[in-house]
T-cell receptor
């Protein structure tokens, strides 16, 4: 079975541009999470989706960040007006409902803002 | 304020010996603890977890120990193999919540 996939694997963008990062969770996983890992840091929670419930956006660092999940499957993380401090690896994870303690991660998207 | 800390950024161990990776936390409301392994250019891979009501969980070469009074957990790998060389992250879940809080990671190097 396929794992979590993310695209693109690498993205270089100019400061001020918008970017979209995509995540395809494991089939059957209703929970989806976005994290980011800045250089030398641990993973930082961004947002959580569960089924059709309202997402938990408590980790989003600013209103430039938004995410949506269409049809309960694929998710897109959008960063508007990118800043250099947004440079990081953005990781998506999915899990079965209620199994927050067993999340499966994708390979990540490395975002570089120049 | 880091609620989950891994104070050793790196650890070097000889093949066949035991690797011990440590993690400290501050929030007593964490109810689940996990260890993830990460290779370069890949996402973290789930290794093993432990509920806060237990003090030990074992899976093959991997054992996680939880000391709640000390707010400390550790991952033991016995015997260590060169393929275990990776960055290991400790993570904790807050009170059946939706997210995991991660430590900064420890780079393990297992030498042949």
């Amino acid at each position: 079975g396929a794992g979590v996939s993310q695209s693109p694997s690498n993205k270089v963008t100019e400061k001020g541009k918008d970017v979209e990062l995509r995540c395809d969770p494991i089939s059957g996983h209703t929970a989806l999470y976005w994290y980011r890992q800045s250089l030398g840091q641990g993973l930082e929670f961004l947002i959580y989706f569960q089924g059709n419930s309202a997402p938990d956006k408590s980790g989003l660092p600013s209103d430039r960040f938004s995410a949506e999940r269409t049809g309960g499957s694929v998710s897109t993380l959008t960063i508007q007006r990118t800043q250099q401090e947004d440079s990081a690896v953005y990781l998506c994870a999915s899990s079965l409902f209620g199994q927050t303690y067993e999340q499966y991660f994708g390979p990540g998207t490395r975002l570089t803002v120049t | 304020d880091q609620q989950v800390k891994q104070n050793s950024p790196s650890l070097s161990v000889q093949e066949g010996r035991i690797s011990i990776l440590n993690c400290d936390y501050t929030n007593s409301m964490f109810d689940y603890f996990l260890w993830y392994k990460k290779y370069p250019a890949e996402g973290p891979t789930f290794l093993i977890s432990i509920s806060s009501i237990k003090d030990k969980n074992e899976d093959g070469r991997f054992t996680v120990f939880l000391n709640k009074s000390a707010k400390h957990l550790s991952l033991h790998i016995v015997p260590s193999q060169p393929g275990d060389s990776a960055v290991y992250f400790c993570a904790a879940r807050y009170n059946a919540g939706n997210m995991l809080t991660f430590g900064g990671g420890t780079r393990l190097m297992v030498k042949p």
